[in-house]
């Protein structure tokens, strides 16, 4: 079965960093590009940053450019997300996820971790 475990959030103070890790198991990794999303209270699901079947292709969203940066190890089956100079506003439940939608919006295949809790506060 397609698992996705996600590790590697906390506390920290604005301006400080973390590394959450996604470890994945049940499909052939190396196959799939991987995605991280958050999701803070009242708010939506956002995109966060995505990472191409080898690492060699990278996308974030505008406010996450500069600050993150998305990685993996295929080796390891495992994603990483590096957070730097984090700010309040990057509080919120982070989520691995591998999916994809057709043409109309459909989704074709969809998984998420249990999420980890990234809180930025002094």
């Known amino acids: 079965q397609v698992q996705l475990v996600e590790s590697g959030g906390g506390l920290v103070q604005p301006g400080g960093s973390l590394r959450l890790s996604c470890a994945a198991s049940?499909?052939?990794?190396?196959?799939?590009?991987m995605t991280w999303y958050r999701q803070a209270p009242g708010v939506e699901r956002e995109f966060v940053a995505g990472?191409?079947?080898?690492?060699?292709?990278?996308y974030y969203a505008d406010s996450m450019k500069g600050r993150f940066i998305i990685s993996r190890d295929n080796a390891k089956n495992t994603v990483y997300l590096q957070m730097n100079s984090l700010k309040p506003e990057d509080t919120a439940i982070c989520y691995c996820?591998?999916?994809?939608?057709?043409?109309?919006?459909?989704?074709?295949?969809?998984?998420w971790g249990q999420g980890t809790q990234v809180a930025v506060s002094s």
């Open positions: 996820h591998i999916g994809e939608r057709t043409p109309s919006g459909s989704p074709w295949y969809d998984y």
């Open positions: 990472v191409g079947r080898s690492g060699g292709s990278t």
């Open positions: 049940g499909f052939t990794f190396s196959n799939y590009a």
